[in-house]
């Protein structure tokens, strides 16, 4: 029978199989901090390759970057360098990312309209709740696995609906309906981040009648 252990000598990960909290610290100067704001770089390089021309090397930034997504996340538990700013920049790296490729896909024509509008409601509707959380003091929620996927997908559906665009009919559309699937997932890890902190809201509410009530009693 496996002894128990400490959380001080546990890894983030086994701590997140365990359901126990993982330790966050606040350091600044992290490796998986420099990747996630490296990844915030790139989104201005792939925007500046896009507009003076150089494609393949505005996809070559892409790519890039959505191995900078996995990379930094994956070194942070690894390495136990989870921290609170990389909490806030991972996820914001993400959805700036996410923002920027769509729009100046959809500008070139690569990717239709309405899917951009799909992919931005969802973002706006994690943003609202997020901000609304904030004032019942609710923390902005870890990044899924679901979510995870679902950007991993749009990074390699869009970059090939951009290639395959007026070059290869059938490529393009199955990327489409590839980016399509990916948006789905992208909404079910929204109303997943949705649910979750309204329930630690609620919760917060419940805490905060109960302090209430003991101190009326006291």
């Given at each position: 029978?496996?002894?128990?252990?400490?959380?001080?000598s546990?890894?983030?990960?086994?701590?997140?199989a365990?359901?126990?909290?993982?330790?966050?610290?606040s350091a600044?100067w992290?490796v998986?901090?420099v990747?996630?704001?490296v990844r915030?770089?790139?989104?201005?390089?792939?925007?500046?390759l896009?507009?003076v021309?150089?494609?393949?090397?505005?996809v070559g930034a892409?790519v890039a970057a959505?191995?900078?997504?996995f990379?930094?996340?994956?070194?942070?538990?690894?390495w136990?360098q989870?921290?609170?700013l990389?909490r806030?920049?991972d996820?914001?790296?993400?959805?700036?990312?996410?923002?920027?490729?769509?729009i100046?896909?959809?500008?070139?024509?690569?990717?239709?309209?309405?899917?951009?509008?799909?992919?931005?409601a969802?973002?706006?509707?994690?943003?609202?709740?997020?901000?609304?959380?904030?004032?019942h003091h609710v923390?902005t929620p870890?990044v899924?696995?679901?979510?995870?996927?679902?950007t991993?997908a749009?990074y390699?559906?869009l970059p090939?609906?951009?290639?395959?665009?007026?070059?290869?009919?059938?490529?393009h559309?199955?990327?489409?309906t590839?980016?399509?699937?990916?948006?789905g997932?992208?909404?079910?890890?929204g109303?997943?981040?949705?649910?979750?902190?309204?329930?630690?809201?609620?919760?917060?509410e419940?805490?905060a009648?109960a302090?209430?009530?003991?101190?009326?009693?006291?």
């Amino acid at each position: 029978m496996e002894e128990p252990r400490d959380l001080e000598s546990m890894t983030p990960t086994e701590a997140t199989a365990r359901d126990l909290p993982v330790r966050v610290s606040s350091a600044v100067w992290t490796v998986p901090n420099v990747i996630s704001m490296v990844r915030i770089g790139l989104i201005g390089v792939f925007g500046w390759l896009l507009v003076v021309g150089y494609d393949l090397w505005a996809v070559g930034a892409l790519v890039a970057a959505g191995v900078s997504d996995f990379l930094d996340g994956f070194l942070a538990r690894r390495w136990q360098q989870v921290t609170v700013l990389g909490r806030l920049l991972d996820p914001a790296a993400d959805r700036l990312l996410t923002i920027v490729v769509v729009i100046a896909l959809a500008l070139r024509g690569a990717v239709p309209w309405w899917l951009v509008a799909v992919l931005l409601a969802r973002d706006a509707m994690v943003a609202t709740v997020i901000l609304v959380g904030r004032t019942h003091h609710v923390s902005t929620p870890q990044v899924t696995f679901t979510g995870k996927a679902a950007t991993a997908a749009l990074y390699v559906f869009l970059p090939l609906a951009f290639l395959a665009h007026d070059r290869w009919d059938g490529v393009h559309v199955a990327a489409i309906t590839g980016a399509c699937a990916a948006a789905g997932l992208y909404w079910i890890s929204g109303i997943a981040y949705v649910r979750d902190v309204a329930q630690r809201s609620r919760a917060g509410e419940i805490g905060a009648s109960a302090r209430t009530g003991q101190e009326h009693l006291g």
